[in-house]
């Protein structure tokens, strides 16, 4: 156990900086190769294979790196630049949308995966992100990649949803048929300047609510992983706002992370791992490889889906919801678990349930990435600045109608 208990805002710029070098060096930055810019999936399990989401998040770290002077602005911007011309000219595709995981070195296609809408969105959120803050040649591809995503190509006609997947050897299946993390395809999708979807498709999904214990009418995901409430928030500014349902995201998700905390607080008798400090449920690794713990309110069977895995990036990456609940998490981790802690910060995940605790010696890029953006729009709110400047993305709030709440409807939520 360490000595010092406690280190606030300290511990946050340290966790934010050692994941920010996840970033920066599990990076191709071979100028000559055909996949400069892609960023790993894993650091151990998939040395060769990017995922284009993490590279999402890697743009948004050079953003977040210039602001606290750990690279030079002309070294970020000549790293974005050259990553987006990777994606113009590399990285495999269909429709304007990519493939979720390509080989680093090439762009091309690996492990037979899908064309992902959502992991394009997040790749294209960071790109709209160092084009509005670089400006010049990154903006205009940005706004080319932007522009070359057909989001008509994967919505189905038939119930005004989009699919939930695509594979050349299969089609389309499933449907984003109820609230999750997909809040950024409507976003994205309504003022496209090329192929734009109607701003029904956002309020056609299903919105369940639910209560649990003290948190009241919480719109839930189907699995109640945590990553469904962060991933749209971490690009898209949703504090103090409202759409023509009066529907409140932020707030919801701020329910939804208490809940979850909550949860771990009432199951702590179960699993070992949960505490009040120690919750956050979310997709992550585990003793048995990848899962996706949740908590109430959810559809799925948890008693099926949770084996007492915690990941930090559940409460770190609900920071904005949550600041001092997840600053005394970060703290515990850190205090507690010297196993847990690495070269790029918090690992993905521990397990206390076994005879012998069980911690990651792994790194997942999604994970750092949500991590790193929600303690910068936390200390700064610097990638919200950024995103929420770009054109394309006021229009859509617009046409959404999603507004700012005014200064009465403020004092009566509080």
């Known amino acids: 156990m360490r000595i010092i208990k406690k280190y606030g805002k ?36 998939a040395k060769e294979v990017a995922s284009i ?29 050259l990553t987006l011309e990777t994606f113009l000219n590399n990285v495999e595709g269909e429709n304007g949308f990519f493939y979720h995981f390509v080989n680093m ?7 037979n995966c899908e064309v992902s809408i959502i992991d394009t969105a997040i790749f294209i959120c960071g790109a709209i992100t160092v084009g509005e803050y670089f400006g010049k040649e990154v903006k205009e591809k940005a ?20 699919y939930m997947g695509y594979k050349p050897e299969q089609g389309f299946w499933g449907s984003w048929d109820m609230y999750a993390e997909q809040l950024m395809l409507y976003v994205l999708g309504v003022s496209s300047p090329t192929y734009p979807i109607d701003k029904s498709m956002y309020y056609d999904f299903q919105r369940k609510k639910a209560d649990y214990k003290e948190e009241k009418d919480i719109i839930y995901t189907y699995c109640g992983t945590l990553f469904t409430y962060q991933f749209s928030h971490a690009w898209i500014d949703f504090r103090n706002k409202k759409d023509r349902d009066e529907i409140d995201w932020f707030n919801n998700s701020v329910k ?20 009040e400090n120690s919750w956050g449920l979310t997709a992550c690794l585990s003793p048995k490889g990848y899962i996706s713990p949740g908590a109430k309110p959810a559809d799925i069977d948890l008693e099926l889906e949770n084996d007492g895995t915690v990941t930090p990036c559940g ?41 012998k605790p069980w911690f990651a010696k792994e790194y997942i890029g999604i994970d750092k990435g949500i991590e790193i953006i929600m303690i910068e729009n936390y200390l700064s709110g610097s990638i919200w600045k950024y995103f929420m400047k770009n054109e394309f993305i006021k229009k859509s709030m617009e046409i959404l109608e999603i507004k700012k709440i005014n200064n009465k409807e403020k004092i009566k939520q509080k």
């Open 10 to 45: 300290e511990l946050v710029i340290k966790e934010l900086r050692k994941s920010y070098e996840f970033f920066i060096k599990e990076a191709n930055t071979d100028k000559n190769s055909e996949g400069y810019g892609l960023i790993r999936d894993k650091t151990i399990l």
């Open 53 to 81: 989401a993490s590279v999402g998040y890697g743009l948004a770290a050079l953003v977040i790196g210039v602001e606290h002077k750990w690279i030079t602005k002309r070294k970020a911007y000549e790293r974005a630049n």
């Open 105 to 111: 070195k090439n762009g091309k296609r690996e492990w």
């Open 143 to 162: 706004k080319k990649l932007y522009e070359n995503i057909n989001w008509e190509w994967y919505r189905n006609k038939s119930n005004n949803l989009f």
């Open 256 to 275: 939804a992370t208490k809940a979850n905390r909550q949860y771990c607080i009432d199951n702590q008798n179960k699993f070992k791992t949960f505490n």
């Open 315 to 355: 409460a770190i990456g609900s920071i904005v919801f949550t600041p001092k609940q997840s600053i005394k998490a970060l703290e515990y981790y850190y205090n507690t678990f010297p196993k847990l802690w690495g070269k790029y910060g918090l690992k993905d995940g521990y397990n206390l349930e076994n005879e």
